[in-house]
């Protein structure tokens, strides 16, 4: 089992930055690929980014790539995303979600084993 509470999220204006943290207790956190996805209200939950067990691995949604950056730190068993020039269709609450495995990178929900229980940003025009 695996427990992961994200943290970092906030009003920000358009234009602006964020980081959110993901901190994972309980089985060992370098052996699962790692990934952020986020739902806004009466919309599906949609991937982000994803990074693979080392961080040496990412792979993002096409409506964040050259905002978003997300890392890890196996050492503090904590995941990382920064997100940058923010816009209002950021909007959402953002999940971590922690992947069994070392295969290839996992973009899909079904994908993904243990989730968090969410941390909410909201970007203002």
């Known amino acids: 089992q695996v427990q992961l509470v994200e943290s970092g999220g906030g009003l920000v204006q358009a234009g602006g930055s964020l980081r959110l943290s993901c901190a994972a207790s309980?089985?060992?956190?370098?052996?699962?690929?790692m990934g952020w996805f986020r739902q806004a209200p009466g919309k599906e939950r949609e991937f982000v980014a994803c990074i693979g067990w080392s961080g040496g691995s990412t792979y993002y949604a096409e409506s964040v790539k050259g905002r978003f950056t997300i890392s890890r730190d196996n050492a503090k068993n904590t995941m990382y995303l920064q997100m940058n020039s923010l816009k209002p269709g950021d909007s959402a609450v953002y999940y971590c979600a922690a992947a069994r495995g070392r295969g290839a990178l996992p973009i899909r929900r079904y994908e993904y084993d243990y989730w968090g229980q969410g941390t909410q940003v909201t970007v203002s025009s």
């Open positions: 309980g089985r060992t956190f370098s052996n699962y690929a």
